[in-house]
């Protein structure tokens, strides 16, 4: 039995880290626009509805710490900047649609 509850609490901590990671209100909306292609800042800001400046510059900077975005910064005036999804990103999109197709089913 003792087994068993370590496999479930190394699970939980698994799942507590996925969480950290995307659980956040904004990062899934994002993730989602971002599987379009690359983006801009702007253009994240304008597409993901009811995001500020500041909260949209916490969670591509969590998303990009965390392996999920890639930033490129252009040398133009003004500077220019683009977002992608990564790989481990793009890995995302499957249980994002899936939780979205729930959300769908029961009318949430």
Same mark, same amino acid.
């Given at each position: #039995? ?12 698994? +799942? ?10 904004? %990062? #899934? ?9 690359? #983006? ?19 969670? +591509? &900077?969590? #998303? ?5 975005? @890639?930033?490129?910064?252009? %040398? ?7 977002? %992608?999804? @990564?790989?481990?990103?793009? &890995? ?17």
């Amino acid at each position: #039995m003792e087994e068993n509850n370590s496999i479930i609490s190394n699970k939980t901590c698994s +799942l507590k880290e996925v969480l950290d990671i995307i659980g956040g209100k904004w %990062a #899934m909306p994002i993730i989602y626009h971002l599987s379009k292609g690359k #983006m801009r800042f702007k253009e994240i800001e304008r597409t993901v509805d009811g995001i500020n400046t500041r909260m949209l510059v916490k969670e +591509l &900077k969590n #998303m990009e710490t965390n392996g999920i975005i @890639t930033r490129e910064v252009f %040398a133009t005036v003004p500077p220019t900047v683009e977002y %992608a999804l @990564t790989i481990k990103g793009e &890995k995302l999109l499957p249980s994002i649609t899936s939780l979205y197709n729930w959300g769908l089913e029961f009318s949430i």
